[in-house]
């Protein structure tokens, strides 16, 4: 039973947003947006797998950031059971990579971070933070391959490493040895929940500039800028798709928030990164209902 979902990364809904609404955006920028993209698809995945019976004997915690003796780390999932702790690393790697003298690479020769390596990071990280609440759980960690289309050679066979051609296999026997219900209730599962950082610092600083963006409403399903209202709705001459006005305006204002966190809500800024709102009745009555109108005039913002 999942009891903390995953959303998606800041990071990547940010550039998300930038890769939607810049012309030529930086190749390092689209490449970590890809790679962000791709691991957020691969650990949806694993969440679908891994609560495919909903059961109640394990409870499962997604996408935690802690903090411990100033080191910040992120887990992909963890699962409780009635005993024991699994720390899940999900990767979704794709082709074909070996491993020589504990260093892997693509078989083109292209050395990549060595992922059992993050994971023992991982481990003793959690293990520390644990150890400092008096929790005393086992902890068992695994580095999950997702994708059907992962090859890795040379790897030793004692790595705690599930292949994809794996999981119904693990799932059996997971399914048989956790056979007990947990109480999602528990103090230290609160405790987890409690210690975990919603809103940790970011470790890269993204360089962009309002005047530099498009502006608009992006379509929710193909994120083209091609949309215009279109009485309640805002329809999308791309892939036709309509969505309510106001539900499309206030995805937009929030997507301008999580872009300028630190600039003011002003009226006739918002109306121009809308730019399909002819009306600035429209965008005021639906600013009401979720901030507070503030000054008058030029100077007037929503907080
Ligand atoms: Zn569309």
């Not at 963006?213 to 001459?237: A, P």
Request: hydrophobic share 35%.
């Amino acid at each position: 039973m999942i009891i903390k979902q995953r959303k998606k990364p800041k990071e990547l809904l940010i550039l998300e947003s930038l890769v939607n609404r810049t012309k030529d955006i930086p190749k390092n920028y689209y490449l970590r947006y890809l790679n962000l993209l791709k691991g957020f698809e691969g650990e949806q995945k694993f969440d679908q797998w891994f609560d495919q019976d909903s059961s109640e004997n394990w409870l499962q915690l997604n996408d935690l950031t802690f903090e411990v003796n100033n080191s910040i780390f992120q887990i992909d999932a963890l699962i409780i059971t009635s005993n024991q702790l699994f720390l899940f690393e999900v990767k979704n790697y794709e082709g074909d990579y070996k491993v020589e003298s504990n260093r892997w690479f693509t078989l083109a020769g292209k050395e990549i971070q060595n992922p059992l390596l993050q994971l023992q990071k991982t481990e003793t990280l959690l293990r520390q933070l644990l150890q400092q609440h008096n929790i005393h759980l086992n902890i068992c960690p695994y580095l999950i391959f997702i994708h059907h289309e992962f090859q890795l050679f040379n790897n030793s066979i004692d790595a705690p490493i599930i292949f994809a051609s794996q999981l119904n296999r693990f799932m059996k026997n997971f399914q048989q040895e956790h056979s007990k219900r947990v109480a999602s209730n528990s103090s230290f599962i609160q405790k987890l929940l409690a210690l975990h950082l919603e809103d940790p610092p970011q470790h890269r600083e993204l360089e962009y500039h309002y005047d530099k963006l498009n502006k608009g409403v992006l379509c929710k399903k193909c994120q083209s800028l091609n949309t215009q209202i279109d009485g309640r709705t805002i329809y999308c001459f791309e892939c036709c798709y309509k969505e309510p006005k106001d539900l499309a305006l206030k995805r937009t204002v929030n997507e301008y928030r999580l872009l300028f966190p630190d600039n003011p809500l002003l009226t006739n800024t918002l109306l121009n990164w809308c730019q399909v709102i002819c009306s600035r009745k429209t965008l005021l009555r639906l600013l009401k209902k979720d901030y507070k109108l503030t000054g008058h005039g030029k100077s007037a913002k929503f907080i």
